[in-house]
């Protein structure tokens, strides 16, 4: 055994900061790095995101969606990394991640048919609202269990070293999901391959309702990576160049070959669990208020409105254009008619099993009989 296989790669908790939450520049050689014009199509992209949060809320209010999640004061935990990687790596999303399909690419209308779930939902139909999967965009489907993605992900990195094509594969998932045992079998398994993955964990204080200090005696996600001997960094959440600082530097080290990359973004999840949730049962309003001050939008908009790139008219017309995009999009999802009936039955084996055709058959039966309401919403 020798020793230079392990030496521990280093794992630090200062976190990762660009642009201290009122706005003003801590790190400018990065900042140089990003193009001004990019800088203005994150902050675009994450206010255009708020809107669409916002509005699919309100939907599921009205009884039109049957359930939503929201990114709310999480938006740069998305955009960031989406914004750092390449087109040939895959990602992994949880379900608090649509800036990962929206900036690689994803149509809109086809994230917006997930929502309601009609005949070009990607998914078919067959998963929940915010459960889309975007292959063109080598963005993997959600899946509701928490964790599943993480030794996915080990294995596509794992796969991408194999094939030596400098791809990385990034996973997200939050705080409460590292405490699953997929957290473990993920970590240790990437670092004695050595896989170049990125497991970005969005350390946002809550898993529903249970706080952080409920769920880890650590002070800090990222210490953990020392366990599985591999890099470990803290960012900044809330700050969007921070975020793809972290990302660009555990792609480099992936890429390199010197192996995965745990990232803890420390944030907040300003909007509820999902539609189903109330945090008023268990968070202060002093607390989100507290939060809502380091808003990852809001400094990026104080840094931008100082350099002349911003301003209230801007904020007005990017607003109305989000929102008139996203009513556009949900009336075209809302006048598709369902998947049709066959997609339930179908894609699942090359050749359908007995049990399946009778049961298709005694559906088909059952719904020609009239006595059942499939075609209404
Ligand atoms: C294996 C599994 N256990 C429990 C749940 C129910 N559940 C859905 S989301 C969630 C909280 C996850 O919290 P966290 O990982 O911190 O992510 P966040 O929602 O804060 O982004 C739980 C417990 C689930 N979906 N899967």
Request: charge should be negative; aromatic fraction near 10%; charged fraction near 25%.
């Amino acid at each position: 055994m020798s020793s230079e296989s392990h030496t521990a790669p280093p794992v630090t908790t200062d976190p990762v900061q660009v642009m201290a939450p009122d706005g003003t520049v801590v790190d400018p050689d990065f900042l140089a790095t990003i193009p001004r014009e990019d800088i203005v199509a994150l902050y675009e992209a994450m206010l255009a995101q708020r809107v669409y949060d916002d509005r699919m809320i309100k939907m599921q209010r009205q009884g039109r969606l049957g359930f939503y999640l929201a990114c709310t004061g999480e938006e740069a935990c998305s955009y960031g990394p989406a914004y750092a990687l390449e087109p040939k790596d895959w990602f992994y999303p949880a379900y608090r991640e649509p800036g990962v399909a929206l900036w690689r690419g994803m149509p809109f209308q086809a994230w917006v048919d997930n929502m309601v779930g009609n005949c070009d939902d990607p998914v078919k139909g067959r998963q929940m609202p915010v459960h889309w999967t975007a292959r063109e965009q080598n963005i993997v489907s959600i899946s509701s269990p928490v964790g599943t993605q993480i030794p996915q992900c080990v294995g596509s990195a794992y796969a991408a070293k194999l094939r030596g094509d400098g791809g990385v594969s990034i996973c997200f998932f939050g705080e409460g999901t590292s405490s699953e045992g997929d957290f473990h079998v993920g970590l240790n398994f990437a670092g004695v391959w050595k896989a170049p993955a990125i497991f970005f964990c969005r350390n946002n204080g809550y898993a529903i309702s249970t706080p952080y200090e409920k769920t880890t005696a650590t002070e800090h996600i990222a210490l953990r990576a020392h366990g599985y001997g591999i890099r470990g960094v803290v960012v900044d959440g809330n700050d969007v160049l921070a975020v793809i600082k972290a990302v660009r530097e555990a792609a480099e080290w992936g890429r390199a070959g010197r192996g995965p990359t745990l990232i803890e973004a420390k944030t907040y999840r300003i909007a509820a669990h999902s539609t189903s949730d109330d945090p008023k049962g268990y968070r202060t309003r002093e607390e989100e208020e507290l939060w809502l001050a380091r808003c990852p939008l809001k400094r990026l908009r104080a840094w931008l409105e100082a350099e002349g790139l911003w301003d209230e008219a801007k904020e007005q017309a990017c607003t109305e254009a989000s929102s008139a995009r996203i009513i556009a999009a949900l009336t075209t999802a809302e006048s598709k008619p369902h998947p049709e009936l066959d997609t339930l039955f179908s894609e699942v084996f090359a050749d359908k099993p007995p049990h399946l055709v009778a049961q298709q058959a005694e559906l088909e039966a059952h719904l020609a009989s009239g006595t059942a309401d499939y075609k209404s919403r």
